[in-house]
């Protein structure tokens, strides 16, 4: 049963892909996919975790995903997000067993320094709903990418039914510039900041660290897609309209306790 459900989620997730390109295109025009495809480029490019850290965070999800896809019902659709050891879980599961399942089952995964669970309990979203928030993380990095004095390369954005989850290790007043870009982009209804806040008198010496590791000769790959577990019903792609709005509300995300202390500011 899990094999058949995750050949039909990547059977799925790549129609979905597909399709949203057409979405994308045709709300944005070419214009949009230019500036996507160039702030992909530019959020590979630097990173405050170490190398190490990097390839930690990309162990942790595939055990999370494993785990998760076996112990968790079929119904359940789970997002997982790993950065700097903190994991983040979004999605639709049928109970609130299965939410403390989930949660219980990351926990007992070595070196996870914390976790938000942000899983709500409903049914699965669709595949229209799906391809929004694929379409609105592209929205919000590129805004990111167009906004003076901010580098988008230190935020990882996730968006789930509209909601938009910001990550990374930044100083206050970065995490703050950060959600206010993301909270003006038209469609987006909330931003939750799951940040690891670091001191400005510290940001050169995160960033030495990890530049050193890079420096030592080892090369990461890039850092794996976020991944997903669980059903997709069966539903078109439709696009949702985006009119302009007032900056949506922000808030912080609440974090529980992993299976170990919380690593170091770029460890």
Not at 12 to 35: D, E, I, K, R, Y
Not at 36 to 44: D, E, K, R, S, V
Not at 234 to 252: F, H, M
Request: glycine fraction near 8%.
């Amino acid at each position: 049963m899990n094999k058949t459900r995750v050949k039909a989620t990547l059977a799925n997730a790549t129609l979905v892909v597909s399709m949203l390109s057409g979405v994308a295109l045709t709300l944005q025009g070419c214009a949009l996919a230019v500036v996507g495809a160039a702030a992909g480029g530019t959020l590979i490019a630097t990173d405050r975790r170490t190398l190490g850290a990097q390839t930690e965070d990309r162990e942790i999800q595939v055990k999370a995903l494993s785990r998760i896809n076996e112990n968790l019902p079929d119904t359940a659709h789970v997002n997982v997000t790993v950065f700097n050891r903190r994991v983040l879980l979004t999605g639709e599961v049928p109970d609130d067993a299965a939410k403390q399942k989930a949660e219980a089952v990351v926990r007992d995964i070595n070196n996870v320094g914390s976790i938000v669970n942000e899983l709500a309990v409903q049914g699965a979203s669709s595949i229209s709903t799906r391809a929004n928030d694929s379409y609105l993380e592209t929205r919000v990095k590129t805004a990111m990418v167009g906004e003076k004095d901010l580098r988008a390369n230190y935020y990882k954005v996730v968006c789930e039914r509209g909601v938009v989850y910001l990550m990374g290790l930044v100083t206050p007043d970065e995490g703050a510039h950060g959600a206010d870009v993301a909270a003006r982009v038209p469609g987006v209804e909330q931003v939750v900041k799951v940040f690891q806040y670091i001191k400005p008198e510290d940001v050169q010496a995160v960033e030495a660290a990890a530049a050193a590791a890079s420096d030592a000769g080892t090369v990461s790959a890039p850092a794996a897609p976020e991944a997903t577990v669980g059903t997709v019903p069966d539903s078109s792609v439709t696009s949702r309209p985006l009119d302009s709005q007032t900056p949506a509300p922000v808030k912080n995300s609440d974090v529980h306790p992993g299976s170990a202390k919380p690593a170091p500011a770029g460890k």
